[in-house]
């Protein structure tokens, strides 16, 4: 099935991008996500124009992104939250913790979408997560969790 992406899906694409799937990836995933729509003569001509615009932009955004990454990760990020006597979390550290601790550090603003954790923080300690500035540009971000 073709489809147009409009949000980043890892591993397939970022937004605008026309992909081919299987169909029920297509039906049973990214459909129902909004993370997708079914492509349309129309709606290739609209991504073309998107795509258009975003080059622009690119462009200027490259060196503002290689500003960030090195602010993300020259000092770890702290995330305080609750936990057992064992370190254990009462949940787990999510992107948008991730966002707004470093938001509070002093650091560049980062949509929660944009990081992916490897493996779930669900401990007391030094994890890392991975935040994407830029279509060239990734940072690897070292997040201190500390209990509350």
């Given at each position: 099935m073709k489809l147009i992406l409009t949000q980043p899906v890892s591993?397939?694409?970022?937004?605008?991008?026309?992909?081919?799937?299987?169909?029920?990836?297509?039906?049973?995933?990214?459909?129902?996500?909004?993370?997708?729509?079914?492509?349309?003569?129309g709606g290739q001509k609209q991504v073309d124009a998107i795509n258009a615009a975003r080059q622009k932009r690119a462009m200027r955004t490259a060196e503002d992104a290689q500003a960030a990454k090195s602010a993300l990760e020259g000092s770890p990020v702290t995330v305080t939250a609750r936990a057992g006597a064992t370190g254990r979390l009462f949940g787990a550290v999510t992107a948008a913790d991730i966002a707004e601790a470093i938001a509070a550090a002093g650091g560049p603003q980062v949509d929660r979408r944009r990081i992916e954790v490897p493996t779930p923080i669900r401990t007391l300690g030094e994890h890392t997560a991975h935040v994407r500035l830029h279509d060239d540009v990734s940072a690897t971000v070292t997040v201190q969790v500390v209990n509350a």
């Open positions: 591993g397939l694409g970022g937004p605008g991008e026309v992909v081919e799937v299987k169909d029920g990836y297509a039906r049973n995933y990214l459909l129902p996500r909004k993370l997708a729509t079914p492509w349309t003569k």
